[in-house]
């Protein structure tokens, strides 16, 4: 009898072990990645279609009909062409079965190490810590938005309905320290969804209400070269156009968070082949609404193109309509800024970990029962910890620099040329092992190069912008 209760037990053993691992892990003994090309796409979507459409309308309006849709496009060409060069240092060797990066800056150590790994690090992280602080401003303007919107239409257009952004940017701040609690990227899949859903609708709007306004005037505003000088003086138009740069790089912004996307999909086919389809579907789709956005919204309002094409007030009416609109943004960066910050709070804990890895405190979870849910959530004081001081940082940097369009080209100029240009360009001439001066490294080298100057130029005109508007403005004080 004992050993006839003892054989199940034995043979149920060895079913076990007799399993393929291959089914619930991959090839690094992580769990099974499930990611494809849509939700790729969908992750891209999020981190691209951000508040930075929201002043393209306004970046044309500098430029003109012929520089503004030239330089947008001229962008969309870069960021497509440097993800390729990017997502093929997801695997180092092997594109296949090589060692897998699972950040930006392990591609960076596995492909240049050195300096470099160090410099890309701070340059990635800060620049993640700048868009959270964009994001902030930019949901707290939208917020401020719906509410003059309706005292605006309540009063009839008499009362100037000001009011300050500082509840609004608590109010946000406040639902990202619960928001990001959530553990890891691979688990905000659904909050990606949302927030591209959310984005399409307000783009959508603004596209809609541009169209309207065309059509109210029955011709296009603007000129071929962009606001003139008159209206503005030379100075002005010369660092309004280097601003627009920064701000059209801005909007495209997402290779900082690539590599990472990618570490979420499947394979086969390789993770690098499913990254270059999601990003062309991705930069084709931002780039089309783009193009319609800001050219209709120039169309609509010519000079007088307001800097956040929903909050600016060029539209009045319908004003539930832009109610609509104000609050698809507001959910769009709610996630938006879980996207791009979940890289930097992975780093942060990744290296407390393996710098303390005996301390209950940073590595012991904590289970949390949840009614109804399947599974406890796993609570980790030092993520609670960490993690809301650095959303209430961020909130408060944003209450006393609420300049939207001047934050905004600061860090599209700031990140464009390093991450998105320069480092995929290094690390791909180092993994193909491109020959110097051959006529390939010769064209990767002046593209790069290009950029800088580009970038440089952008940082100069919104630093020109930020010293302009800090001489009217008074932190904490400053209303709408």
């Known amino acids: 009898m004992g050993e006839g209760k003892g054989a199940p037990k034995q043979c149920f053993a ?36 951000g ?39 997801y695997r180092s060797g092997d594109p296949v079965n090589g060692k897998r990066n699972y950040t930006y800056t392990d591609a960076v150590k596995a492909n240049l190490g050195g300096v470099h790994v160090q410099i890309c690090g701070w340059i990635q992280y ?3 810590f700048g868009v959270a602080i964009g994001y902030t401003i930019a949901a707290s303007i939208s917020m401020m938005a719906i509410k003059r919107s309706n005292c605006f239409h309540k009063s009839g257009g008499k009362n100037p309905c000001h009011t300050s952004s500082n509840p609004y940017m608590i109010i946000f701040g406040i639902s990202e320290i619960i928001l990001s609690q959530i553990p890891d990227f691979d688990q905000i899949w659904w909050l990606s969804t949302v927030a591209a859903v959310m984005s399409f609708t307000y783009s959508t709007v603004g596209l809609s209400l541009g169209i309207g306004k065309v059509a109210e005037h029955g011709s296009f505003a603007g ?29 495209y912004s997402y290779s900082i968070v690539l590599i990472e996307i990618q570490d979420t999909v499947k394979s086969p086919p390789s993770e690098a082949k499913t990254m270059k389809k999601a990003t062309l579907l991705s930069v084709a789709v931002t780039t089309t609404f783009y193009m319609l956005c800001g050219c209709m919204g120039y169309a609509a309002f010519g000079d007088h193109a307001p800097s956040n094409l929903l909050t600016g007030f060029g539209f009045y009416n319908p004003y539930w309509l832009l109610d609509i609109a104000n609050v698809a943004i ?25 710098r303390w890895p005996d301390s209950d405190f940073i590595t012991k979870d904590i289970a949390v ?52 240009v320069y480092f995929p360009v290094e690390m791909y001439i180092a993994q193909k092992k491109i020959p110097k001066w051959s006529s390939r490294w010769v064209c990767l080298q002046i593209l790069s190069l290009c950029c800088l100057v580009i970038s440089i130029a952008a940082a100069a005109g919104s630093m020109a912008g930020v010293v302009l508007d800090l001489k009217a403005y008074k932190p904490f004080k400053s209303t709408y």
């Open 14 to 49: 060895i079913d076990v072990a007799q399993q393929d691992p291959s089914k619930f892990f991959d090839d690094d003994g992580r769990p099974k990645r499930t990611g494809n090309m849509w939700t790729a796409s969908a992750h891209i979507i999020t981190a691209v279609i």
């Open 51 to 89: 508040s930075g459409v929201l002043s393209l309308a306004w970046a044309i309006a500098q430029l003109g009909w012929i520089a503004g849709p030239a330089v947008m496009i001229l962008f969309a060409f870069v960021i497509y062409y440097t993800s390729t060069l990017l997502s093929d240092c």
């Open 126 to 128: 800060l620049n993640l």
């Open 223 to 251: 000129s071929l070269t962009g606001i003139s000088v008159g209206k503005v003086t030379e100075a002005q138009k010369i660092w309004r156009s280097l601003q627009a740069f920064g701000d059209i790089a801005f909007a």
């Open 330 to 354: 507001v959910v769009h960066l709610v996630g938006a800024y879980q996207v791009f910050c979940q890289p930097l709070f992975a780093f942060i804990e990744k290296f407390a970990q393996s």
């Open 369 to 420: 029962p949840i009614p109804f849910a399947v599974k406890p959530y796993n609570l980790n004081l030092f993520r609670l910890i960490w993690r809301t001081i650095f959303v209430i940082l961020t909130t408060v940097i944003s209450m006393l620099l609420p300049f939207f369009n001047d934050v905004v080209g600061i860090l599209g100029a700031f990140g464009f040329w390093p991450l998105t």
